[in-house]
C-alpha cells in the first residue's frame, strides 16, 4: 500500500473519531466534564513518576539535536510544573460551566423574539513545539467546555506528549467518557500536519503555540481557522517623566512567567531626554539579575561594551533573557516603532504625564497595553475564576488573554412569536 495514502488515511481516521467523540461530549452534563476534570488531575498525580521518565528520555534524546536553548527549558517538565498542571485542571473542574450560558441577542427581527446561547466548537487541533504540560492544559480547557482535542506536538517532546496523552485518555475512560475526545497525533509523519490543516469540515479551530515560526507556518498553510498565539518580543517605552525602579521591576517581573516568557519584555525604547546614567544604572541591574544587554547602533557608539542588536532582531523573540535597547526621538516615534515591529500582543509603557498614557494607550496596535504594570503572564492566577491558555495578537475572533470563551462561540436563535 502506498505510504502516504495509509498515513493519510490514518490521520483521516483521527479525525473522525474526535469529531463523532465531540458530538458525544457536546450532550454531557456539566457534573459529568467536571467529574472528568478532577479525574485528569488525579491521574497526572498517580503517574506522575512515569511522566516524568519519559519526559528524561526526551531530554536525552535531545543533547544531541541542536534545539535551542529556550526551547531546551520548556521541554523540561519537572515535579513543580506538574503540580501547576493538576491545579489548572482542579480549578478547572470547579469553574461554572460557560455551555448553554443564554446571552443577549444584540438585535431583533420583526415578530420574534431572539437569544444566543453559548455552545462549543467542536474539534479543536493544538499544534505546539516543547512544553509538554500544555497538553493537559490545553486537554482540560477543551473538555470543560465539550470540545474534543487532537493533539500534535513536535518530536522533541514525544515521549512526553504520548504518556500525558495515554494518561488523560485512561481518565476520560475511567468516568464514562469518549476517549475519542484527546486524539494524539505522532509527530513521525510530516504530512500528517497539512492533510490535518485542510478538514475545515471537521475541525473548527487550530491553535498553534510555539516560535513565531511555527505559528506562521500554520496560519499560511491552514484553511480552519487559526487562533495565533504569541510569545515574547515585547516592547517598553520608557518616557522622560517615567520611574527607573519602575522599569526595573517591570521587566524582572514579566521574566516570572514559567516555564514560557509569553510576555517577556524583550525591547526598550528610551527617550532621547533621559539622563543616560539612569540607563547605565539599569543595564547594570539587569546584568546582575542574569540579563544580556543589547542596544542599537547609536548606543553601541556611545558604550562600546554593549553588544549591538541587529536589523532583524527588533521584530524577533529572543525567548531568554536578553533585553534590547534603542533610543528614539519621542512617544510618537516610539508608538510608530512599536506597531512596526512588536509582536502586538503586550506592549508597555513607563511614564507619569497622563497625557502620554492616553496617547500611547490610543496610539499602539497590541491587543494589549500595560502602563505602569507589569506584563507578567499567568495561566493559573489564585485570586481569579480563569485559567488562559496563552496571549493572541490577532485582532479579531479571540484575542489577548485566552481563556474558555475562545473555545466557544454563539448560536442564535429566532423565535417567532
Not at 523540561?76 to 460551566?97: A, C, F, H, S, W
Not at 513536535?154 to 506528549?161: L, P, R, T, V
Not at 521574566?255 to 525591547?267: F, G, L, M, R, T
Amino acid at each position: 500500500m502506498n505510504r502516504k495514502y495509509y498515513s493519510a488515511n490514518l490521520t483521516m481516521n483521527m479525525i473522525h473519531r474526535a469529531y463523532q467523540g465531540s458530538l458525544e461530549l457536546a450532550k454531557t452534563k456539566a457534573s459529568k466534564r467536571s467529574m472528568a476534570l478532577q479525574a485528569m488531575a488525579e491521574a497526572i498525580l498517580q503517574h506522575k513518576n512515569e511522566i516524568l521518565e519519559a519526559n528524561t528520555l526526551d531530554l536525552e534524546a535531545n543533547r544531541t539535536i541542536p534545539i535551542p536553548a529556550p526551547m531546551v527549558e520548556l521541554l523540561k517538565l519537572t515535579p513543580e510544573r506538574l503540580e501547576i498542571t493538576v491545579q489548572i485542571l482542579q480549578r478547572l473542574g470547579d469553574l461554572p460551566d460557560l455551555v448553554g450560558q443564554v446571552v443577549g441577542a444584540s438585535y431583533q427581527l420583526e415578530r420574534s423574539q431572539s437569544y444566543g446561547q453559548r455552545i462549543p466548537l467542536g474539534v479543536i487541533a493544538l499544534i505546539y513545539e516543547a512544553f509538554p504540560e500544555l497538553v493537559a492544559i490545553a486537554a482540560g480547557m477543551c473538555i470543560q467546555t465539550a470540545n474534543s482535542l487532537i493533539i500534535r506536538g513536535g518530536s522533541e517532546a514525544s515521549n512526553s506528549n504520548l504518556v500525558l496523552t495515554k494518561v488523560l485518555r485512561l481518565a476520560l475512560e475511567q468516568v464514562g467518557l469518549p476517549v475519542e475526545c484527546i486524539e494524539f497525533l505522532p509527530p513521525t509523519d510530516k504530512g500528517s500536519i497539512q492533510e490535518l490543516l485542510t478538514q475545515d469540515r471537521y475541525i473548527n479551530l487550530v491553535i498553534p503555540y510555539g516560535r513565531s515560526s511555527l505559528v506562521d507556518r500554520v496560519a499560511r498553510v491552514s484553511t480552519v481557522p487559526v487562533l495565533k498565539t504569541a510569545m515574547g518580543n515585547c516592547y517598553l517605552y520608557w518616557s522622560a517623566t517615567g520611574s527607573l525602579d519602575m522599569v526595573r521591576w517591570m521587566i524582572l517581573d514579566s521574566y516570572e512567567s514559567k516555564p514560557d516568557p509569553v510576555n517577556a519584555i524583550e525591547k526598550v525604547l528610551i527617550d532621547r531626554k533621559h539622563n543616560f546614567s539612569m540607563v547605565v544604572r539599569l543595564w547594570n541591574s539587569l546584568k546582575e539579575n542574569g540579563f544580556e544587554v543589547r542596544g542599537d547602533a547609536a548606543l553601541v557608539d556611545e558604550f562600546p561594551d554593549l553588544i549591538l542588536a541587529e536589523d532583524r532582531e527588533w521584530n524577533e523573540a529572543y525567548l531568554s533573557k536578553v533585553v534590547a535597547f534603542k533610543v528614539v526621538d519621542s512617544i510618537d516615534s516610539g508608538v510608530r516603532w512599536i506597531n512596526n515591529y512588536s509582536s502586538g500582543h503586550a506592549d508597555c509603557l513607563v511614564a507619569e504625564s497622563y497625557q502620554e498614557s492616553r496617547q500611547f494607550a490610543l496610539g499602539v496596535n497590541s491587543v494589549c497595553s500595560f502602563i505602569n504594570k507589569s506584563p507578567r503572564f499567568s495561566r493559573y492566577q489564585s485570586q481569579k475564576d480563569a485559567i488562559f491558555l496563552g496571549m493572541s495578537n490577532q485582532n479579531f475572533f479571540a484575542q489577548g488573554l485566552i481563556g474558555l470563551e475562545a473555545f466557544t462561540r454563539i448560536k442564535y436563535t429566532f423565535q417567532g412569536n
